[in-house]
């Protein structure tokens, strides 16, 4: 039972290069979110994906982009990383979507980026 | 808008020692209430949800209570393995997301 799985699990970019963070879940859940956490600011919001083949901006989108690859994947860009960017990164993924959305949410173990 | 502020920030707890946790909350029309345990270096794991005034979930030595503006975590005697960052988070009504809003979370640290 995986669950909510990440990779890469630590990264280290130099400031300007790229990289694709990768999440894939084994729960058929139909929503998916990417969180950054940083001390002090908690959990916020980058995007999600309330279901397959839709995307929208949580409070946090600038310098992201993403991709709901299919049902099971959903993965965040950062085109050209700053380091402001350094941060630890959240995936997750809910049962429902939509209106129906009052499900909890599950979390994989997050993915450590520091940007030099 | 939206928002969930936690408090206190940071609490230690002799083994034993019973208290609370509070997550206040503000939002358009509630789908949920939701409490998380992360410990260093992990992702939350999920604890307990509540729907509506009134509702109490408990596991082990945490009881979950949920009111119109507020959700207490109360813990029971704890233990140093009930040292974690309780997290509180929402749902709300607000468009048509269902998205998720954290509070900032209450590190909990139990001394022996």
């Known amino acids: 039972n995986a669950g909510v799985t990440q990779t890469p699990k630590f990264q280290v970019l130099k400031t300007g290069q790229s990289m694709t963070l990768q999440c894939a879940q084994d729960?058929?859940?139909?929503?998916m979110y990417w969180y950054r956490q940083d001390p002090g600011m908690g959990l916020r919001l980058i995007y999600y994906?309330?279901?397959?083949?839709?995307?929208d901006k949580g409070e946090v989108p600038n310098g992201y982009n993403v991709s709901r690859l299919n049902k099971r994947e959903f993965s965040l860009r950062l085109e050209s990383a700053a380091p402001s960017q350094t941060s630890v990164y959240f995936c997750?993924?809910?049962?429902?979507?939509?209106?129906?959305?009052?499900?909890?949410?599950?979390f994989g173990q997050g993915t450590r980026l520091t940007v030099v | 808008e939206d928002q969930v502020t936690q408090s206190p920030e940071a609490l230690r707890l002799q083994e034993g020692e019973s208290s609370s946790l509070n997550c206040s909350y503000t939002?358009?029309?509630?789908?949920?209430l939701f409490w998380y345990r992360q410990d260093p270096g992990k992702g939350p794991e999920f604890l307990f949800t509540?729907?509506?005034a009134g509702e109490e979930k408990e596991k082990e030595r945490l009881k979950a209570t949920l009111t119109k503006k507020e959700s207490f975590l109360h813990i029971t005697a704890p233990k140093p393995e009930d040292s974690a960052t309780y997290l509180c988070a929402v749902r709300s009504y607000s468009g048509n997301t269902g998205k998720l809003i954290f509070g900032q979370g209450t590190t909990l640290q139990v001394k022996p």
């Open positions: 729960m058929n859940h139909n929503s």
């Open positions: 997750a993924s809910s049962p429902g979507t939509g209106f129906g959305m009052n499900t909890e949410a599950f």
């Open positions: 994906s309330a279901s397959e083949g839709t995307t």
């Open positions: 509540l729907y509506s």
């Open positions: 939002v358009s029309g509630l789908r949920g």
